[in-house]
Every structure is written in C-alpha cells, then in structure tokens.
C-alpha cells in the first residue's frame, strides 16, 4: 500500500539499504526491504531487536557480517528480484564465508525448505511473526546450524517494540495497527505468508504516535492490511471480550491518535470498500490532521471478476463507497489499486474496469498484471488463462486512463493554496523542497529559509502528472 514519500517507497526504494546506529558489538547488520510499507515498517522492527544484540546497520554490503532481505511474495516478478540478490550476495559469500545471509518476510513462509535445502543459497529463514527470535537464531547459525522459524501467530503484534527509524526524515512514519489478513482475495498470497489477522493494542499506538510528536514527527501512517477490520476488544462476530476494557474500532482508533497533537497529521493505508463505513469518513471529516485522502483498491470494475477475486463486494457497492466519500468530504482525493487480466477476464469486463476509472477519476493507481501465486483460492479454481500479451495490452490501456486522470487532477489543483508539510529536499534540485498537502499529491517548491518538517502555505502555479509545482504564498 503509498504517494509522495510512500509513493517512492513502492516504486523507487525497493531494495534500498537502511542504517540504523546503536551499541556495538562491531558486527555490521545490511538490511534490505522490498514489496509494501508493511514491510519497511516491519525491518524497523527488525532493526530494533537486532540493535539490542548489538548490531549496528550499513549501506556497505561489503562490510557486513549479516545480510537480510526482508521480502515480498506478492507477485512473481518481486520474488524473482530476490532471488537475483541471493545470488548475488552468495557470490560475496565466497569471497567471505563468514557472511551470513538470511530472508524475512513474506517468502520466508512460502519458501524456507527451498532457499535452505535445495537451493543453499540462505543461513537463516525467518518469517514475519518470528522476529523476537532473530537474535537466538543468529546464534545457532553460527554454531553451524541453519536456523529457520516461520511459525505464524495469532497474538503477536510487536506492540511493545519501539522501532528504530530507518533511513528516516525526521518527519513522517509508519505504525503498524495490526498484522496479517482474513480476506482471501482469490489471487492474494498475503493471507498464507503474514497469516490470521490480530489487533494491535490501541494504547500502544497511541503512545507510539505521540513518542514520535515528541521527537518531531509531523505525520503518522497507520498500517495495516485492511485497517477497516482493526477492533480490539471484540471478536470477530462483535462480542465484547473484556466488559472491563474499552472496545476500539478503527474510527475510534483514528479519533484517538488524531487527538495526540493538532499538528500531527495522520494518514493510514489500506481501507477495503467492503469494510469501509461512513463512520470511519465521518471522523475523518471532523479532524482537520487526518488527511483527506483514501487508498481505495477496486482490483476490477466488474462484478463478475470482483466475485471470482472474492473481494466481497459489486461495481454498485464500491460506487457506493465512492458516492459516500465524496458527499462527506468533497475534497477528499482516492488512490486505487487494479489488476490486469485476472483469470478469465473478457474484453467486455476489462472495459468496465477502463469505465469505473472515468468514472471515478483516481487521483493515482498502481497498476498490476495478474501474477497466479501458489496455494492462493484463485490457483486453485480458476485457469490463468488471458494470455500475457492480452494482459500486458490491457495493462498499458489502464496506465493510459490513469496517466490522463492524474494529469487533470493536478490541473484543477493549480491556481489553488494547499497547506503542506514540508518532508525534504527535491531529488532534483537542491533549491527546492518537496512536501504533500493533504490530498497526498506531492507539491515542489523553492527552498528559501523554510525548514524541513514544518508546515507552509503553497500556491499550485503548475503540474506534470506526478507533481504540483508550487510557490510559497507569505502567511
Ligand atoms: N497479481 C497481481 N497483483 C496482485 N496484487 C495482489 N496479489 C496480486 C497478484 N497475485 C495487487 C493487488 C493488491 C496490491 C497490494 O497488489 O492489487 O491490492
Ligand atoms: Fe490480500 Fe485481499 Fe488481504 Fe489485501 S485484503 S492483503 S488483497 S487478501
């Protein structure tokens, strides 16, 4: 699930080094993370307990004793980008053998006796609830076994770790509000790799959010699969578990953590149309620091497919959705996930998809070819069956419609004062700094005596589909 910074983390950090400093044990640790937030939220974490053992991070490969690749299953093509980097680091392996390799995340689950017995390409396989055990299994590596845990856990959501900041701006961060997923999305490998879905104590988030207000963060994403699911205190069937404890659901979480401080903004990813009650939009409505932007995946426009994905929900359904946002907050803007060529996907039902993008006009869309993922409902009862220059075809006809939609979004931003939150220097340019207003579009402006992390008034003045060019207005 992410735009501006969550934006290139998605497209362009993929695999990028992140560095953390703490008590040294002169061991040098070189984590890199690839596929969603969650999981460069997930290797802040990973950071955190290894920090506490004593290792202090690198973006030099070459002078690590540890390298991990926390991973991601989500498609074929982000498995295969690390198994490229495997390989790659085994190369440096022969030249160091006490290089020690391991995988995290996602393909850890889905692929432990493979990376460890028949391919030898990693000492250590370790799963996304089985982090806490890292520093154990960093031992028994050395002591020459191969160290291995992918249990999956109902309970565990690392409520009590704080996690190191990686490759942080000082300005925005993630939380993590809950683990796993119950969806079973047909196509969707997520519910195997993370497993069952469990709430993240809601006072251990907002002791997160305000620890971070403290410290200077200026903007909170909450986490989560589906975060429209969060409830703690309650069952899945909607009993109370503890009549002594407070019952929290994910508006009553937003509310909470939207009250830390006036100019903490919050953001949070991701929201399913299943889900998605007019409460959670009517506390949004109401705190001016939770910004007004919903990520929103449709996958497909038609009915027909959106049931053999099993998303649990029609065409009406999410227009529904839509009509509801834009009535309580006509300003908000949405962001939207699609796949290309599903199983059994008609010329007539990839048409519907083309059509709801008209109809909505997304402010922004990642864009995916269907990807078949073992075990998942979809290998199993469906045929992939479009063929792969239909689906590229398609893909490139959506990207089209989205590349027009963005591009007259931005247009009507421009002649307009958004307030934003200044997050760096411009990559471009070293006189301008970028930021995001609350609709999450990227706004790049000159740099003058402003100061990163603080908030400005900018006048859109010109755009390109990615970006709102800005001039500072005087306040
Ligand atoms: N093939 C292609 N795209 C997928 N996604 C999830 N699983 C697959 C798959 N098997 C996409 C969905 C989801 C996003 C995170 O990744 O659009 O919302
Ligand atoms: Fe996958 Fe669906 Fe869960 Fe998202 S909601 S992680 S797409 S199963």
């Not at 620091?289 to 497909?300: F, R, T, W």
Request: hydrophobic share 35%; net charge negative.
């Amino acid at each position: 699930m992410s735009m501006g910074s969550t934006k290139v983390l998605e497209e362009s950090k993929q695999g990028e080094a992140t560095m953390v400093e703490g008590p040294d044990n002169g061991k040098k640790l070189y984590l890199e993370s690839y596929g969603c937030q969650m999981n460069f939220s997930d290797s802040e974490i990973v950071a955190s307990i290894l920090a506490k053992s004593g290792y202090t991070t690198t973006r030099n490969a070459e002078e690590a004793s540890l390298v991990l690749l926390n991973t991601c299953s989500i498609r074929e093509n982000a498995e295969q980008k690390v198994r490229n980097r495997l390989n790659h680091f085994n190369n440096t392996k022969k030249k160091n053998p006490e290089l020690l390799i391991g995988v995290l995340g996602c393909m850890a689950e889905r692929l432990k006796a493979q990376l460890l017995e028949e391919e030898k390409l990693v000492d250590i396989v370790v799963g996304p609830d089985a982090y806490r055990d890292l520093p154990g299994l960093v031992e028994e590596v050395t002591d020459g076994r191969k160290a291995v845990n992918v249990l999956l856990s109902r309970e565990e959501t690392y409520a009590d770790i704080n996690p190191v900041r990686l490759n942080s701006n000082g300005v925005t961060a993630f939380i993590s509000i809950m683990r796993g997923c119950d969806n079973m999305c047909s196509f969707c490998v997520v519910p195997f790799t993370r497993g069952r879905e469990r709430s993240r104590d809601p006072e251990s988030i907002v002791h997160e959010a305000r620890y971070l207000h403290q410290e200077g963060y200026r903007e909170v994403t909450l986490l989560g699969q589906n975060v429209d699911s969060y409830r703690w205190n309650v069952t899945k069937k909607g009993e109370v578990i503890d009549p002594e404890k407070e019952t929290v659901n994910f508006a009553q979480l937003m509310e909470k953590v939207a009250l830390v401080a006036p100019d903490l903004r919050i953001r949070f990813s991701t929201s399913h149309p299943k889900d998605m009650t007019d409460d959670v939009l009517h506390t949004m409505a109401r705190y001016d620091n939770i910004c007004k932007y919903i990520h929103l995946p449709v996958q497909s426009g038609n009915t027909d497919v959106l049931k053999r994905m099993n998303r649990g929900y029609s065409r009406e359904w999410y227009m529904n959705r839509i009509d509801a946002i834009r009535r309580i907050m006509p300003d908000c803007a949405i962001s939207t996930d699609i796949i290309a060529g599903f199983c059994g996907e008609t010329d007539a039902e990839h048409a519907d998809t083309v059509s709801i993008m008209k109809e909505v006009e997304y402010e922004f869309a990642y864009m995916f070819k269907y990807s078949e993922r073992p075990k998942t409902l979809a290998e199993r009862k469906f045929t992939d069956d479009v063929p792969e220059a239909v689906k590229q075809s398609r893909l490139e006809e959506i990207i089209k419609v989205q590349s027009a939609n963005s591009l007259k979004r931005n247009k009507a931003s421009v002649g307009q004062t958004f307030e934003v939150l200044v997050e760096g220097v411009s990559k471009k340019s070293d006189g301008k700094l970028f930021g995001r207003n609350t609709q999450n579009a990227v706004m790049v402006f000159d740099r003058g005596d402003i100061e990163v992390g603080t908030y400005v008034n900018v006048k859109a003045v010109d755009c390109t589909s990615a970006t709102l060019i800005g001039e500072v207005v005087q306040q």
